[in-house]
């Protein structure tokens, strides 16, 4: 069984407060993942990083497992459990998207401190190609997108460089590895090789009923 929070703060020279430890594992219980170079993180990363055996086992309790990366000084907590907060078709499609292109951006050595910068048209015809759907057109609507991939600690909007004509930037965060694995880039070939089935099927269906 995990140790009491009062009894970890009291052993440790710096965090040597209860709410340190209960407020790092609210944290990461609700944001899924923090990241040293977010200042609003970067405590309970400490914490954590400090204390790794007591944090797992906490998490345990809630079919949690702590995964820590000191390459790009993150921690994660992944669902053992396959069912999550439901998404919607969009929102799911866009996370095998990015997920995707981050590979790739990891397959040409693009990455720039284990982060992939994506511009909004990329987005756009990357998400058209990989599920011949469409993002929505306006600037607003897919920052609103990607702020729901921020709380994963997938992806966030960052502002753009002086000069640029679009209002923002996506950012693919590191931990997105940790977060969907290759399998699930796997099934959004599938979900593309379905749908174009199925739209070849309403194309024969439409000549049927047109022949005399």
Known sequence: M?????KIASEDPIYNAEDYFADALYQIVTEQVLYQSDLRQ???YEVIR???RDFREALALSKLELV????????????????KQPLSLQETLLILVLRKMYH???????????QAVIEIEELKTAFRE??????PSGAGEIKELVAKMKRFGMAKAVPVQEGSLQPFDITVLPAIVDLV???AINRLGAFVGAQLEI????DDTELDDETP
């Open 2 to 6: 995990p140790r009491t929070w009062e």
């Open 181 to 183: 694995n290759e399998a």
């Open 130 to 135: 990989l599920t011949h759907r469409e993002l």
């Open 199 to 202: 739209e070849e099927s309403d």
């Open 104 to 114: 790739e951006r990891i397959s040409r050595g693009e990455l720039e401190q284990g």
């Open 68 to 83: 820590i990366n000191d390459d790009y000084r993150y921690c994660a907590a992944i669902p053992r459990d396959t069912r």
């Open 42 to 44: 970067r405590t309970s």
């Open 50 to 52: 400090r204390h790794i």
